[in-house]
Nanobody, 114 residues
Framework: QVQLVESGGGSVQAGDSLRLSCAFS????????VGWFRQAPGKEREFVAG????????KYADSVKDRFSMSRDYVKKTLFLHMDKLIPEDTALYLC???????WGQGTRVTVSS
């Protein structure tokens, strides 16, 4: 069974940076689309960043594309989300997702204070 485990969240001040990690176990990250979503309190879950295995590069939501970047370590089977210049609107539960099989992690919480 594929498991995704996120880590790296925390409480920070506006302007700070964080790096989130998503460790894959029980399966591979390679050859699949993978990405990050987030869900703020009282709001719908929204796409943050993703990549398709077949190419085309990383895709980002407009709200984060100049501040966040995603990377992958295939040897460690880990997906990263590098978040810079954090703003209070980035406060949310961040979840890792592999659409094939509809696998989700439990999420890691990010709180940004002004």
């Amino acid at each position: 069974q594929v498991q995704l485990v996120e880590s790296g969240g925390g409480s920070v001040q506006a302007g700070d940076s964080l790096r989130l990690s998503c460790a894959f176990s029980g399966g591979t990250m390679a050859r699949y689309d993978v990405g990050w979503f987030r869900q703020a309190p009282g709001k719908e879950r929204e796409f943050v960043a993703g990549v398709t295995w077949l190419g085309g590069g990383n895709k980002y939501a407009d709200s984060v594309k100049d501040r966040f970047s995603m990377s992958r370590d295939y040897v460690k089977k880990t997906l990263f989300l590098h978040m810079d210049k954090l703003i209070p609107e980035d406060t949310a539960l961040y979840l890792c997702h592999r659409p094939t099989g509809n696998f989700w992690g439990q999420g890691t919480r990010v709180t940004v204070s002004s």
